[in-house]
């Protein structure tokens, strides 16, 4: 919680520090306080946003997997889902349901990913990699280095 009175509203940096956070944080039911979401809330509350958005439809395919530590899983199986109604909510569900823990194995996240979208048997209408226009987003709760 970021509260307006905790800030010195005559410093400069004070005031670019308010005006990030009202930006990126929740007003809370007090007047000129905040609630700031963690990195991880941050990113679920968008890709809900994205999946169940009305132009991402059935023509659209996508995949959701976890990468912690040394392991790796595919949440949805098969790997991609088209996006009807019904697999939105399964693909919902999945992101909801993902947490934090460990470090992230960037490399090997994207390795496991560019091996599901290139693979013919499990990427999205078996079509050839080079004309699927498939993407890779790679989305860390993870500080900045």
Do not use: W
């Not at 919680?1 to 930006?23: C, F, P, Q, R």
């Not at 996508?62 to 912690?68: E, W």
């Not at 993902?98 to 209408?125: H, K, M």
Request: hydrophobic share 30%; proline share 3%; charged share 15%.
């Amino acid at each position: 919680m970021v509260s307006e009175g905790d800030l010195k509203l005559s410093d400069a940096g004070d005031i670019a520090y308010l005006n990030k956070i009202k930006k990126i944080c929740e007003p809370s039911a007090i007047s000129g306080s905040y609630s700031c979401l963690t990195r991880l809330a941050n990113l679920k509350k968008g890709l809900l946003s994205l999946i169940n958005s009305s132009e991402v439809d059935n023509s659209k395919y996508f995949a959701v997997g976890q990468y912690s530590g040394v392991s790796s899983s595919n949440l949805t199986n098969p790997a991609f889902l088209s996006m009807n109604a019904t697999n939105k909510a399964i693909v919902s569900q999945k992101i909801a349901g993902l947490n934090a823990g460990s470090t992230t194995p960037i490399g090997n996240g994207y390795e496991r990913a560019t091996s599901q979208i290139t693979s013919t048997a499990t990427g999205a209408n078996n079509a050839k990699p080079s004309c699927t226009g498939n993407g890779i987003y790679l989305l860390t709760d993870g500080e900045p280095t």
